[in-house]
């Protein structure tokens, strides 16, 4: 239905009749230029912790442009669950009601920054450091605005983008690697096929002479987009153990994977495995003008000394 204003519009003087649209569409244009800015510092969006972030402290900025009138309360909160309400709730059965972190006002300042503690977080709180806990919680803000128009109104805006606070203290399972013995290497691939396979953000790779106490070598900051790594410098015809770890974005590490043994291989060239199957040199740059068989012969001759010796 059109609202009483637009429908008396064919009884209003001309002048009127275009004064009046033109107020809404300005008035229109204002709120779409409303706005809650919130940000973590560094511009992440999400920050996740470990036990060892048990009591570290959150801080959240915060930013609203174009706004004129106000008919709710600004509010800033930290929701019990990982999406945002128009307001914070107070009736949670999962570990508490939302913790609203400040009701700032407006007509003070329209910037600021609001903190707040890990240990406060809802479905963290009350809980020891040390338990198996995973909760993500949304950052949220809200904000009651008037709606430009003349019958008047009120929109509720929400901060923007949505901002998490992660705290995760339970460790990834374990990746799962094969290897692929090289000259005077080992070429690691990684896959994961366990629990909260999104999660996982990086691996490592562990190294040592199999059968020896020697301690491992760390190969640290493998990433998931590309999950293989190559170790260099081993000793051919010696076996290594080799194992992997997986790590989550709360960097939380898992037990070590499986072990594989493997053994890096000497390589022969071309040359060498020429010679190896019964070929040689004929000739050279001498005063005798002789030359070393092109390519191609050499391919041809390989071929052929190879094709006598499986007969």
């Known amino acids: 239905m059109l609202a009483p204003a637009l429908l008396s519009l064919g009884r209003m003087p001309s002048p009127l009749r275009v004064a009046l649209p033109a107020a809404l569409l300005l008035g229109t244009a204002a709120a779409a230029q409303q706005a809650i800015n919130l940000s973590f510092p560094g511009s992440q969006t999400n920050q996740a912790f470990n036990q060892s972030g048990c009591n570290n402290q959150v801080r959240v900025n915060w930013m609203v442009t174009g706004v004129v009138t106000t008919c709710q309360t600004f509010t800033i909160w930290v929701a019990n669950g990982a999406s945002c309400g128009e307001s914070p709730g107070t009736s949670a059965t999962d570990g508490g009601s939302d913790l609203v972190l400040d009701t700032p006002n407006l007509s003070t300042a329209t910037s600021g920054t609001e903190s707040f503690f890990i240990s406060q977080m809802p479905g963290v709180t009350g809980h020891q450091c040390s338990e198996a806990l995973d909760v993500k919680n949304a950052v949220c803000a809200s904000l009651g605005v008037g709606n430009g128009t003349i019958a008047g109104g009120c929109n509720i805006i929400r901060g923007t983008p949505l901002l998490t606070a992660r705290y995760d203290t339970i460790p990834p399972d374990p990746p799962e690697i094969s290897v692929d013995p090289l000259d005077s290497k080992l070429a690691v691939h990684f896959a994961y096929n366990g629990a909260g396979a999104s999660d996982i953000l990086e691996y490592a790779v562990e190294y040592r002479p ?52 493997a053994t890096p291989e000497h390589s022969s060239g071309f040359w060498e495995e020429y010679k190896n199957a019964g070929g040689h040199e004929i000739g050279g740059c001498s005063a005798t003008g002789a030359a070393v068989p092109s390519v191609i012969g050499a391919l041809a001759t390989l071929a052929a000394l190879l094709g006598r010796r499986r007969r």
């Open 210 to 261: 199999d059968g020896t106490d020697a301690g491992f070598t760390r190969i640290s900051g493998i990433s998931v987009q590309d999950p293989n790594q190559t170790i260099s410098g081993l000793l051919n015809g010696t076996p290594y153990a080799v194992q992997g770890f997986a790590f989550d974005e709360a960097n939380n590490q898992s037990v070590a994977s499986a072990q594989v043994v």
